[in-house]
């Protein structure tokens, strides 16, 4: 897409993934996309803040040409080092070899590190201030927003936040690049959420800690690297990344994760009449078959919501183990403080449920009840379960 004036001077000049199936390596975007949005200040000094990753580097350059030449360029801010904002670097700076570029004092080796600069390299500090002309940068070190190196950049004149992995998401741009012009809302703050869930979540107290510092500033648009610029209601997506940090600690908002899995349909059975209860309690269920679908998807709902199901046979002794690998993602993610309730089927001996007690503490998880059964579920078994649903689903509404 051709460059968009944002303000006054300032434009973006971002590029749109639809290519990349896994970001991170990890986390699928083979139908949503992702966005790896860079920005242009033109000013007597004229000035790029982050890069993209290494993909379309010609169509990149091609619109920070038809604002100004290379040679004019005289930084590179870099607020994050992860390459999916820093991959052109390298092609940059064979290019625009005058341009200084501003960093972090962590990130100064990380750019040796990466790209093998050494040159033309200035550290900034927290608070530190950079003149372009009528408008001036100034940066506030954010670590841990996404690694130990990251900052943002404020722009005074304009009051324009760019924020990094901070406030982005999941989802490629598709023709409107800001908040007020996007008629696929819902869209992208469900992917808001699964990028927070997948990236942002494990850190959620500096993320706390990184709006509190950034409170004071009045902001008019906030300006992402990943997704949607908010110009509209640059609140909104403040909130929302507060209100997820603060699932770190609450353990999440009303409703029921159900993260099931089943080897010949036993579990299944058991585990459909339990989420029957669940719903019949008046609270929100997501089902998610740990088989089909991705961990990225079921993370999300599992940061979100305090209630979680645990529907998975014994397998060799232990959980079966689809759902035991989205458990270790959400172990890893520190999703802590939730309710649990578990139930599956065992064809000798059990396993499951000892595997689960185990990842239970280590998740700080409270296991409100369990049901194992041997073989398949019988008629007695399904009612039971369906009142426990009923029970469960109370249970978590009644917590808030
Ligand atoms: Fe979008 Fe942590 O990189």
Redesign the pocket.
Known sequence: MPPIEIRPGIFWIGVNDHTTDLF?GLWPITQEGVS?NSYLIVDDKKAIIDLAKSLKVDEYLAQVGERIALHELDYIVLN?M?P??TGILRVLRKLAPQAVILCSPQAKEMVTAFYGITENVRVVQDGEEVKLGGKKLVFFLTPMV??PE?MVTYEEESKVLFS??AF?GYGALQGAIFDDECSQFDFYLRESLRYFAN?VAKYSPMVLRAIDKLSSLQISVIAP??GLIWRKRPEHIVERYRTWSQYAESGGEKGVTVLYGSMYGNTEVVVDALAQGIAASGIPVDMYDARRIHASYILASLWEKKGVVIGAPTYEAGLFPPVAHVLDLALRKNMKHKKMLYLGSFGWSGGAKRELERLARELDWEIVSTFEFRGGGKREDIETVRKLGEEFGRLVRGSF
Do not use: F, L
């Open positions: 991170e790896y994050h992860e999916d904002h996404h690694w990251t990094c992995d982005g990236i690297s990943h």
